[in-house]
């Protein structure tokens, strides 16, 4: 599974942005994917995730409520919307896909790594 991220950006706060992941292989639909983040000088950090089928999503406590993660099979494609963005938010986001029967939200738990797509939130 190769996986492309992009939909970064630059926004103020209070603002939005959507990424998008792309991926290839036969295996996506089957695939929990996941959104990290990694601000600078910090561990990168779990966002969100969502199963195979997309009825069952998971999100750290402090996006939840502000962001979406969804995804599109037929396009091979997951994507995080979010809104009311805060300068706390400014990281670089990567997409990630595990080749698990379950949601799960472990860095390690991952077994496939998108680059990073740069989000900057101003104040």
């Known amino acids: 599974v190769q996986l492309q991220a992009s939909g970064g950006g630059l926004v103020q706060a209070g603002g939005s942005l959507r990424l998008s992941c792309a991926a290839s292989?036969?295996?996506?639909?089957?695939?929990?994917m996941g959104w990290f983040r990694q601000a600078p000088g910090k561990e990168r950090e779990f966002v969100a995730a969502i199963s195979g089928s997309g009825y069952i999503t998971s999100y750290a406590d402090s996006v939840k409520g502000r962001f979406t993660i969804s995804r599109d099979n037929a396009k091979n494609t997951v994507y995080l919307q979010m809104n009311s963005l805060k300068p706390e938010d400014t990281a670089v986001y990567y997409c990630?896909?595990?080749?698990?029967?379950?949601?799960?939200?472990?860095?390690?738990?991952?077994?496939?790594w998108g680059q990073g797509t740069l989000v900057t939130v101003s104040s």
């Open positions: 990630a896909a595990a080749l698990s029967p379950f949601v799960v939200t472990r860095l390690g738990l991952y077994d496939y």
């Open positions: 292989g036969r295996t996506f639909s089957s695939a929990v």
